[in-house]
């Protein structure tokens, strides 16, 4: 079992670059609710209000473009499961609001921002 990670590894990388994310939201605007919230239908990065809207944030990074870029690495499948943890987290606080999908894509080692907001369409059921 592994107790500690090494710098630059995928876990810390992950972690700096949502709190990156987060920062930036912040700048523009947004109120952070939560982040990393986890349920047993799957993980949100980032929660946060923009006025009476309620957003979903997944951050994504990609060091290159070899295999695409981070804002085309949200599929279906990844989409479907965003959905399903937003559903929780709604029921969970008692929530009954105007709900967005974004993606925060961090591409390169310059690490570009790019904020994709409504991502993808859908509305937990």
């Known amino acids: 079992m592994k107790l500690f990670r090494r710098a630059g590894t ?3 990388i992950g972690s700096r670059m949502e709190a990156r994310a987060a920062d930036f939201l912040q700048q523009a605007g947004l109120r952070i ?3 990393n919230y986890r349920c ?4 949100i990065d980032l929660v946060a209000w923009e006025g009476d ?3 979903f944030v997944e951050v994504r990074f990609r ?3 070899h295999f695409g870029t981070a804002g085309a690495s949200v599929d279906r499948q990844k989409q479907r499961k965003l959905l ?3 559903e929780s987290y709604l029921v969970e606080h008692r929530l009954d609001c ?3 999908f974004d993606v925060v894509a961090i591409d390169g080692e310059a690490e ?4 994709i907001t409504g991502a993808f369409a859908g509305e937990p059921s």
């Open 53 to 55: 809207t309620l957003v």
């Open 84 to 86: 399903a943890a937003a």
């Open 63 to 65: 060091r290159n473009s």
């Open 33 to 35: 609710a939560a982040r």
């Open 40 to 43: 047993r239908r799957g993980e």
């Open 98 to 100: 105007q709900c967005r």
């Open 10 to 12: 995928p876990g810390s």
């Open 112 to 115: 570009q921002i790019d904020w």
